[in-house]
């Protein structure tokens, strides 16, 4: 598969094994810039495991991604960070004893630079920079719409809060990428359309999105394309509605030939 | 584009902080009414914060199980020691071998961290634990073939704390005002003491404390967000280290004698039970802790023998075995009614600063 230039992320061939499993096999796909990425697939499809490679958790067995114009190959997740890919997760995994300012301030730790001198010592640049920090993290906390709970400690938050603070977490570190773990699970109707209006703003104002989500209703009102994983293996790849009409995606899902009125989902 | 400047702080502060300047001022003359054991006591004090606060770094804050923490106490305190006696037959000054002392310290945190970085909780503890009693072990039998350590016996006729021929080992009549050695010492170590306060809640509050505490929570989600985790945790041991040494160098001077006895496991498990039991991440917390478990023992040491002449008519448990039993008690019961120490954190409130122009 060439590289397409103007794609953010092109994934080549991915292949990740667990033991006697087979979680991803030679999975390929690019992302263009400024779109929205659907990923989904029944449960145990891969998704996850497909996250955790490419954000740097796990090393995949085969195959790379180039992010941006170049590989990303073997890198640490911090790296995977630094280099413009944020990410949430499945089960949330915020600092629960910080507040949730702090939980946002740490998200700008990977753009700033001050150290143990600058800590010590408070010298003005430093101020500078915490300032900063600070006033960017209220800015955030305000854009996912918790800035009224800042000064909360984040395990105390409701759980839809809980899921918009880790993208304003994820959001602080300048991300090309912003990956979403199932972002409107546990979400009742009212929080998952806040939700799509916060993905849509986040688009709007730059940020490529890359999506794994379950919430059929959501994926197809908002996903430009989407890529359908299956026992580890890419089954199909389009536009939602191209998605939602294949015949192998309705049989991944519900296990035969059944017409799957996603709208009405 | 002007600095950020600190918020205004009230007046009533500063009557308290000269109020509480005042009273430590002259806590020393307070304590040498009831001899000047309890300044010497207010002074192990001191020392035990310095400690506490070092590990507070390492457990507190980045939440690593360390066991062997005084490991870094006894190489500070040999450092000053074979910097400035007659053993080796060289003679520092104080002030430039503290820094040496919390360098190498520094150093030897970041031996012991890199090697486990990938270990936490159990298997840290074990590894520490162990670090510690080499360290220990070493300087017992450094004493052949060359002799370094002087062995058991320990160095003696450390050099004092001195400023010209001011020294802080004799008793000395100032402006009319006697102070005895240890009141001189009080001085020395309250200074000491503040600048390691101060210097804890500053990183703190900073950039990389803010990281400590996101690998404490949860390590995997500090590293998605982009965290060094290798060099974040080594900062917390070479960090926490540091303080170890500036101790044991200020330990050292204070004593003139030191000995690998000094050094024990015991000692490690009373430094992690003062930062636990006054509340661990919490500074004053911790800086509380270590009061009290210092304070504590001595108190039951002179009031336990007296007690029980006026409860019983005689002595039935010598004083050494009951303040060891209500020692025990008192901490089983802290963690029992207050698990999260005594002076738990608590969240920390920002106020974003309403701002006129330049931010």
Redesign the interface.
Known sequence: MSVNPSALLTATGIGKRFGGVQALTDVSFSIARGEIYGLIGPNGAGKTSLFNVL?G?YSPDSGNFTFDGAPLDRL???EV??RGI??T?QNI???????A??NV??????R?H???F???F?D?Q??????????RS?ELLDYVGVANR????AKHLAYGDQRRLEIA??L??DPKLLALDEPAAGMNATETKALKALLDDIRRDGTTILLIEHDMKLVMSICDRVLVLDYGKKIAEGSAAEVQSDPKVIAAYLGGEVTLNLRRA | ?K??RAKSIPPKVWVGVALLALALTLLPFVAAFAGQAWVRILNFAMLYIMLALGLNIVVGFAGLLDLGYIAFYAVGAYVYALLASPHLGIHLPFWVILPLSAGIACAFGVLLGAPTLKLRGDYLAIVTLGFGEIIRIFLNNLNAPINITNGPQGVNLIDPFRIGSFSFARPEVVLGVAFSGPQKYYYLLLLITIGVIV?NL??QN??????W??IR??E??????????RNVKL?AFA?GASFGGIAGAVFSATQQFVSPESFGLFESIIVLAMVVLGGMGNISGVILGAILLTLLPEVLRYTMEPLQNALFGRVILDAETIRLLVFGVALVAIMLFRPAGIWP?A????E??V?GGA?
């Open positions: 954000t958790i640490k997740p911090n960070a630094e944020a990410r997760f995994r915020l600092f629960q004893n910080l507040s300012l702090e301030m740490i998200g700008r730790h990977v700033t001050a150290g143990v600058g800590a010590i408070r003005r430093t101020l500078t920079e915490e300032a900063a920090i600070e006033a209220y800042a000064n909360h400690l977490r994820a602080a570190t | 584009m600095a950020p210097v500053r990183l900073s950039r990389l404390g803010r990281a505490e996101a929570e949860d995997i989600a500090a590293k998605a967000m982009g965290i060094n985790t900062l960090m954190s969240v920390r409130k920002r974003l600063e701002k931010a």
